[in-house]
């Protein structure tokens, strides 16, 4: 079975210092990947997604970026937080083809203070 | 941009009650889905809609899908304490394999 595996689950960072959120799949090959923000009390926004190695779509521009190393994992990355970055960020994969049912993993909660 | 609005934002009922939400979306959609998040957690997928579906059923849920209303409903029958959370549905439009989310319903049962 498929199994989506995120971390760290909390972090609380000081503004201007930089970010690594870390994501991997497992049981599945060559997924598309997202990473998602939900700001508290809100729907989701999509901020990055990918459908290969190296292969990264920016949704939202902002001082977020993405890679995708490998097949099965997905990073999320900032050189410098703003407070404005505050949130619950969730990785989630789907198969190949539009409309798939997504698979979220349990979530990060950033505090930038 | 937000493409599905739940109705009502905010939904309380008694243990073993029904409980309705709603979505509407805006543009023509292949399917439609909706997910629930227990509080602080990730979202999970309960039940998928395709447009030339009406109805479709799993366990003690409903969802309905009107098409020409650009509509969809969510009855979760026999409510319990566990369904407690956030209600979710998302519209698949086609194009990038993104799903375009609405704000979700928050459902408390209570005891």
């Known amino acids: 079975s498929q199994t989506i595996h995120q971390w760290p689950a909390t972090l609380v960072q000081p503004v201007g210092s930089p970010l690594s959120l870390e994501c991997t799949v497992e049981g599945t090959s060559n997924p598309n990947l997202y990473w998602y923000r939900q700001a508290a009390g809100r729907g989701l926004q999509l901020l990055f997604y990918?459908?290969?190695?190296?292969?990264i779509s920016s949704e939202v521009p902002q001082n977020l970026s993405a890679s995708r190393p490998q097949d099965r994992q997905f990073i999320l990355s900032s050189k410098k937080l703003l407070l404005s970055d505050s949130g619950f960020y969730l990785c989630a994969w789907s198969s190949k083809g539009s409309g798939n049912t997504i698979y979220f993993g349990e979530g990060s909660w950033l505090t930038v203070v | 941009s937000q493409q599905g609005e739940e109705d009502p934002q905010a939904l309380s009922i008694q243990e073993g009650e029904n409980a309705t939400m709603n979505c509407s979306y805006k543009t023509s959609i292949n399917n439609l889905q909706w997910y629930r998040q227990n509080s602080g957690r990730g979202l999970v997928h309960l039940i998928l809609i395709r447009s030339n579906e009406r109805e479709k059923h799993s366990g003690r849920l409903r969802v309905t899908l009107d098409t020409s209303k650009k509509s969809s409903s969510l009855l979760i029958t026999a409510s319990r304490a566990a369904d407690t959370a956030s209600y979710f549905c998302?519209?698949?439009?086609?194009?990038?394999?993104?799903?375009?989310w609405g704000a979700g319903t928050k459902l408390i049962i209570k005891p």
């Open positions: 998302a519209t698949d439009v086609g194009s990038n394999y993104q799903l375009i």
């Open positions: 990918s459908v290969g190695i190296g292969q």
